[in-house]
């Protein structure tokens, strides 16, 4: 799988929209982006995960570059409760396994 | 709540002792995973267990093993327990080894290590 790159921490202010970059310029064509969060200790929680276009659910919107070597992870009105270590993963299919590789993740702090 | 559940929460032990971590999934998933989160190491994934037989296997140490149930259930035994085993532990489940299918995590055991 490829490697991802992602500043360890960032602040938003709540309510203003945080982004969070990643970088995976070595990712290849079967690889899928996913994000996952982890609030404190807690186990982490699935975002969501895209191919190629962008996709939006009720958490988060992901956008992907059009060379797909990079994304941001878009909170658009971030809370208290957003206050976590955000992981972006880069995952292709195998038939052998499908772990997750974490890296370090971006810890986001939202201030009131 | 993500539907996949652990027992137990806490669990402290001594140094040589051996226990046992449960991992109820997701109904309906077939996968289940296991991670071992520690202070220097981060999040680093152990193994796979697919419909009852072994699929991936990570860092995972020959002190530990783990199985899956025909029920789905799955446990993770930890045996000549040391101090460097202290972690939180983390079970997770997904509907398939499939391409796309993400994963749900359980809220984890604490083990303390004494």
């Known amino acids: 799988d490829a490697k991802t790159t992602q500043p360890p921490s960032m602040d938003c202010a709540e309510g203003r929209a945080a982004n969070l970059p990643c970088n995976h310029s070595t990712i290849s064509g079967n690889e899928y982006v996913y994000w996952y969060r982890q609030i404190h200790s807690q186990g982490p929680q699935y975002i969501i995960h895209?191919?190629?276009n962008n996709e939006t659910n009720e958490m988060a919107s992901l956008i992907i570059t059009e060379d797909r070597k990079s994304s941001t992870l878009i909170l658009p009105h971030a809370t208290l409760r957003d206050t976590a270590v955000y992981y972006c993963i880069v995952r292709a299919y195998k038939a052998a396994g499908n772990k997750l590789t974490f890296g370090g993740g971006t810890r986001v702090l939202v201030k009131p | 709540d993500s539907g996949v559940t652990q027992t137990p929460k806490h669990l402290i032990t001594a140094t040589g002792q051996r226990v046992t971590l449960r991992c109820s999934p997701r109904s309906g998933d077939l996968s289940v995973y296991w991670y071992q989160q520690s202070l220097d190491q981060g999040l680093q994934f152990l193994i796979q267990y697919y419909n009852g037989e072994e699929r991936a296997k990570g860092n995972i140490l020959e002190r530990f093993s783990a199985q899956q149930f025909p029920d789905l259930h799955s446990e993770l035994n930890l045996s000549s327990l040391e101090l460097g085993d202290s972690a939180l532990y983390f079970c997770?489940?997904?509907?398939?080894?499939?391409?796309?299918?993400?994963?749900?995590f359980g809220p984890g055991t604490r083990l303390t290590v004494t």
């Open positions: 997770a489940s997904s509907p398939s080894t499939g391409d796309a299918y993400e994963q749900y």
């Open positions: 895209g191919l190629k």
